[in-house]
């Protein structure tokens, strides 16, 4: 069983949250992301996910070390899907279980932030009139250190 | 010899997966140079690069057989 997988076949939701299952859990919070279909004004027909796969692998299961640091007895498992995508189609899985659910939460939203930082994973917007490979959604300074930030400080 | 991986719109640019260059120990700031002057690669200041699937600062230093990926801003999620 792998907790953080980069596929090319749809997720399936409940296989994700089970691998967070534990007799130990108080809550399991899980965030799904989807392809939407209007972004500020303009149509998406579909996207097309690519990843640097065992890189993208290998940061995933740091993002869940860095998680279960900061909130112990934290369970994590990721799942994010490349290739081509269909409005409402699932890109993105994170299940998260803890013995209460503040923690769960929070872990939660920390780890789809972290996603958007620091996953070599990118995403290609094709519109009804054009394409393009869409980076630095945060609208930040990409890497002003040189590197995608390490740590996180204040997430709210 | 350095393999060199391109991903999203420098694949598409380049028109490449990956490729080999003939070089013994370099920064990731040198090569980088060597790409825009030599492969005319678009400008990389935003390119972030990892070095045997770990990211790396501008001034590590990348060894012959290591695999170097240039890592434009991520859009996962």
């Known amino acids: ?156 | 010899m350095i393999k060199i991986l391109l991903f999203a719109h420098l694949q598409e640019e380049i028109g490449v997966k990956d490729f080999e260059i003939e070089v013994r120990e370099t920064t990731v700031q040198q090569l980088k140079e060597l790409l825009k002057v030599k492969f005319k690669f678009p400008n990389l200041d935003n390119v972030m690069v990892a070095i045997n699937e770990e990211y790396a600062m501008e001034q590590d230093v990348i060894h012959s057989g290591d695999t170097v990926a240039l890592i434009p801003p991520v859009s996962g999620g």
């Open chain 1, 1 to 156: 069983m792998k907790l953080f997988e980069i596929v090319d076949t749809p997720i399936q939701v409940d296989q994700v949250i089970k691998k967070v299952e534990s007799r130990k859990a108080g809550a399991i919070t899980t965030f799904i992301g989807v392809v939407r279909e209007w972004t500020k004004g303009k149509r998406t027909l579909y996207l097309e996910y690519d990843a640097y796969v065992p890189m993208a692998e290998k940061i995933l299961a740091n993002i869940g070390e860095e998680i279960q640091t900061k909130w112990p007895n934290t369970i994590v498992a990721i799942s994010h899907r490349i290739g081509r995508l269909d409005i409402s189609d699932i890109a993105v899985v994170i299940a998260v279980s803890s013995p209460h659910r503040k923690a769960a939460y929070e872990a939660n939203e920390y780890a789809i932030e972290r996603i958007k930082q620091m996953v070599p994973i990118w995403k290609k917007e094709h519109w009804e009139n054009g394409e393009a490979w869409i980076g630095d959604q945060l609208e930040k300074v990409p890497y002003p250190n040189g590197k995608p930030n390490i740590e996180v400080g204040d997430m709210s």
